[in-house]
C-alpha cells in the first residue's frame, strides 16, 4: 500500500481477509486498502474491529483517528464526477467550484499525459475542504503549515486534497494546487513513491501550469519575479536549500523564503534537466527511479552522480543571468479573518511610513469624491514606495474612477508583474477593458481573477457586463447564476 497500488493490493488483501478474518493484520490492511478507495465507513468498520481484538496498538489507533475524521468531514459532500476524477466538496459553500476544478484537472491529465507518460487506471478522488479544521482533519496540516509554508494541498493517501480559496484571505492559485497535487499522484504511481522530495516537489512546481498554459514558452511559469528574485540572492549569498535538506518535506524547513526559495530551486534544477535531455528527459528520469536508487537514476539520465547534477545546476543558473526584481512579492497565505478589513490589511502591507501616510491621505479623499486630489496623494505614495501593488492598484482604481485608462494601465500591468498573483489587479484590469471597451481583454483578465479568487463577487458583476456586452448568453447565464449563489 506504500506505493498507493490499490488494483494490485486488493486481490492479495481480499485473499489475506478470505484465510484470515481475525488477523489483526490482515484488518489492518483491508481498513487501510478501504481508505485508500474512498470508502471510509468501511474502512472504519475494519479499523474498529482490529481494535476489539487489540486496542493497544499505537498506529492503530491514530489511524481509527484519522478515519473518523475524514468521514465526519466529508460524509456530507457532494459527489460530482467527470471522465478521469471524482470531486467531494460542500455544496452549500463551495458548489461553485466544482464545474471549474473539473475542467481544469481534466486539461492537467491531457497535459501531464503528455508531459510525463502517465495515465491513472481509475478515477482520482479529489477532496476540496471548506474550512480550516476540516482540511486538518483530512490532511493533518495544522494552520501553521497553510500560512508559514503554504501549504494549502496535499496529495496523499490515495487521492489529492486542497482547501477552498473562500478561506484564504486573497484567495490563492487553487486551479494549479490541484494540479500541483495531481502531478504528485502521477509521480507516486510512475516511481512507486520512490521519488525524493526535490523531484517532486520541482516536477509539480514547473508543470502546475499546464492545465492553462500547456506549452511552456522561453521563460518558464516558475519564473515569475519573487522566485528568480530567490534564486538570484542565493546565487548571490551562495545559500541554497540543498537537496539533502528538503527531505522529508519542504513544510519542514524553518521560514516562508526557505520554503520557496525551495520550490525555486526545485523547479530549476526541473528546468535543467529539460533543458539538457529535451522532453523526454524527465519521463527517463522517473523510469529509472522506479527501478533504481535516484543517485542511479540521475547518473543513468545525466551522466553525473548526484552531488555533480547538484554543482552542474547550480552552476546551470548561475549561467541564466537572473536578478532580483524589486518590489516582487512572494506568494501569501493569509486565512480570512472577519476582524480584519482589506483596506487596513492592505495598508499594513506597504513597507514605507511616508508612502502609508501618503496612500491612506489618498483613500479618504477618494472617499470623499475628490478623485483627483487622491491620485494625486497616491502618486506621491509611489514616489517613496515606487514598487507597491498596493498603491499602483489603489491609483490604477482611481484613474479608472475618472476613466483615465490609458493612465492606469501601466500602473496596473507593473502591480500584475510584480504579483502575478493578486486577485485585485486582474478585477481592475477586467473593469478597465471592459469600460474602455476592450471586452476580449476584459473577460481574459476577469477569468484570470477566478483562477485566484472564484468568490469575488466583483468580478462576476463586471464579467456579466462583458458576457452581455458580446452577445455570449450561456456565459452570461451562468455567470448570473453564480452570483444568485453567491448572495445566498
Not at 51 to 80: G, M, N, S
Not at 190 to 204: C, D, F, M, S, Y
Amino acid at each position: 500500500m506504500g506505493a498507493w497500488q490499490v488494483e494490485e493490493a486488493r486481490p492479495v488483501i481480499e485473499r489475506l481477509m478470505a484465510a484470515r478474518p481475525q488477523s489483526v493484520d490482515a484488518l489492518d490492511l483491508a481498513a487501510l486498502l478501504a481508505y485508500y478507495e474512498g470508502a471510509y465507513p468501511k474502512a472504519l468498520a475494519a479499523v474498529e474491529k482490529a481494535l476489539a481484538i487489540d486496542a493497544e496498538d499505537d498506529q492503530r489507533q491514530a489511524l481509527r483517528l484519522l478515519l473518523q475524521r475524514t468521514h465526519d468531514v466529508t460524509r456530507h459532500f457532494k459527489r460530482y464526477e467527470s471522465r478521469h476524477f471524482l470531486l467531494y466538496l460542500h455544496e452549500e459553500n463551495d458548489g461553485i467550484l466544482a464545474e471549474p476544478a473539473l475542467e481544469a484537472l481534466e486539461q492537467a491529465h491531457r497535459e501531464v499525459e503528455r508531459a510525463l507518460g502517465y495515465r491513472p487506471r481509475s478515477k482520482v478522488r479529489v477532496e476540496i475542504a471548506p474550512d480550516v479544521q476540516s482540511f486538518n482533519a483530512i490532511t493533518t496540516l495544522t494552520l501553521r503549515d497553510i500560512e508559514e509554508t503554504g501549504a494549502i494541498g496535499l496529495c496523499k493517501f490515495n487521492k489529492v486534497m486542497i482547501i477552498s480559496p473562500r478561506v484564504m484571505a486573497h484567495g490563492y492559485r487553487w486551479l494549479d494546487s490541484l494540479t500541483h497535487e495531481y502531478i504528485h499522484l502521477a509521480i507516486v504511481n510512475l516511481t512507486r513513491n520512490k521519488a525524493p522530495i526535490w523531484l517532486h516537489e520541482g516536477i509539480a512546481r514547473y508543470y502546475e501550469t499546464v492545465w492553462r498554459k500547456p506549452v511552456q514558452g522561453p521563460r518558464p511559469d516558475y519564473l515569475t519575479p519573487a522566485n528568480e528574485t530567490l534564486l538570484a540572492r542565493a546565487i548571490e549569498e551562495q545559500e541554497f536549500v540543498s537537496f539533502e535538506d528538503m527531505e522529508p518535506s519542504l513544510i519542514r524547513l524553518d521560514t516562508p523564503e526557505q520554503v520557496q526559495l525551495a520550490y525555486a530551486e526545485a523547479a530549476s534544477a526541473v528546468d535543467y534537466i529539460l533543458q539538457v535531455k529535451g522532453p523526454s528527459g524527465m519521463r527517463e528520469v522517473l523510469s529509472h527511479v522506479k527501478r533504481r536508487s535516484t543517485a542511479e537514476a540521475i547518473e543513468a539520465v545525466m551522466g553525473a552522480p548526484l552531488d555533480g547534477f547538484e554543482a552542474d545546476w547550480r552552476r546551470f543558473i548561475q549561467g541564466q543571468g537572473l536578478a532580483a526584481v524589486q518590489g516582487s512579492r512572494l506568494r501569501s497565505y493569509k486565512v480570512a479573518d472577519d476582524g480584519d478589513t482589506q483596506p487596513a490589511v492592505a495598508l499594513n502591507e506597504i513597507q514605507s511610513e511616508i508612502a502609508r501616510n501618503r496612500t491612506h491621505l489618498g483613500d479618504r479623499l477618494r472617499q470623499r469624491g475628490r478623485l483627483r486630489a487622491a491620485g494625486a496623494e497616491y502618486r506621491r505614495a509611489l514616489r517613496a514606495g515606487p514598487n507597491s501593488t498596493v498603491i499602483l492598484n489603489r491609483l490604477g482604481e482611481t484613474l479608472i474612477h475618472s476613466r483615465r485608462y490609458d493612465e492606469a494601465l501601466p500602473h496596473l500591468e507593473k502591480a500584475r508583474y510584480l504579483d502575478p498573483d493578486q486577485v485585485h489587479t486582474y478585477y481592475l484590469m477586467g473593469r478597465l477593458h471592459h469600460e474602455a471597451g476592450d471586452d476580449t481583454r476584459a473577460r481574459d483578465a476577469l477569468l484570470e481573477a477566478l483562477q485566484i479568487n472564484p468568490f469575488h463577487p466583483g468580478v462576476y458583476h463586471v464579467l456579466s457586463g462583458v458576457y452581455e456586452a458580446t452577445g455570449d448568453d450561456e456565459g452570461a447565464r451562468k455567470t448570473r447564476q453564480v452570483m444568485r449563489k453567491l448572495r445566498g
